[in-house]
């Protein structure tokens, strides 16, 4: 008998920092496998009918591999979806649970009580812009907010966003953390998070959540795993506050 936990993740084609922060989290009798999805272009008529069209080789070839659950792990992506019909119809396409960047980061704050947030991020205005407006919808005020504009080029993005370490998005969380804030938020899945959460929160006190460290928990919460663990913040550490 294979008592292995298949979990699929969908990423942007090229996203390779989600796959290897998941490989350092990655409890045993849990298996992940990642594919790629072309990223709608932007001004599409319908982003997330042309999101939900990408995505439709890549969702079966994880159903096909035998995902148990599916990780959409991309934010802006999911964030610009997450209304109720469309998260329905993404669950139809997938066949098994489903959880986003979105939802489980609209999870995370609410198991941890928070409303009033600082965000990191390497994106420019818009994609800043659909992060605030969707944490506007559930509740979240943005307190802070400070974008590298690594977004400005595909090729600065492909160079730079990979590269940056953990001190470098420590500090920038740090550059916008004041006493407003109850917590820092990292929600790009393009990036490193995980080591600089728990930078962020042993400097601090405060808790920090990525939606990668999010995606995560909440997969794993959904399928009725606990993979608490150190090192990889609060939200993971405690797992059933």
Not at 60 to 84: F, I, K, N, Y
Not at 210 to 231: E, H, K, M, N, P
């Amino acid at each position: 008998m294979n008592d292995v936990v298949r979990i699929g993740v969908l990423v942007p084609a090229g996203n390779t920092i989600h796959e290897r922060e998941f490989a350092a989290l990655r409890p045993a009798g849990v298996e992940f496998r990642f594919a790629g999805f072309a990223y709608p272009p932007a001004g599409a008529a319908d982003f997330c009918a042309d999101l939900f069209a990408h995505m439709r080789a890549p969702v079966a070839e994880l159903r096909a591999w035998g995902a148990q659950a599916l990780l959409v792990g991309c934010t802006t992506a999911s964030m610009l979806c997450a209304d109720p019909a469309r998260e329905a119809q993404m669950q139809s396409l997938a066949g098994v649970p489903v959880v986003t960047a979105a939802s489980a980061v609209r999870e995370a704050l609410a198991v941890l009580g928070l409303r009033r947030i600082a965000v990191a991020t390497p994106y420019g205005a818009r994609g800043n812009g659909v992060v605030v407006d969707y944490l506007r919808t559930i509740g979240i005020e943005t307190v802070a907010i400070r974008g590298l504009e690594l977004d400005r080029s595909p090729e600065v993005w492909k160079r730079e966003a990979p590269a940056l370490t953990p001190q470098q998005v420590l500090e920038l969380g740090l550059s916008i953390d004041g006493p407003e804030a109850e917590a820092l938020y990292l929600p790009c899945t393009g990036i490193g998070s995980v080591e600089a959460i728990e930078l962020y929160e042993q400097r601090t006190g405060k808790p920090a959540l990525s939606s990668v460290q999010a995606g995560f928990w909440a997969t794993l919460r959904r399928l009725g795993i606990d993979a608490r663990r150190a090192g990889a913040g609060r939200l993971v550490a405690d797992w059933s506050v």
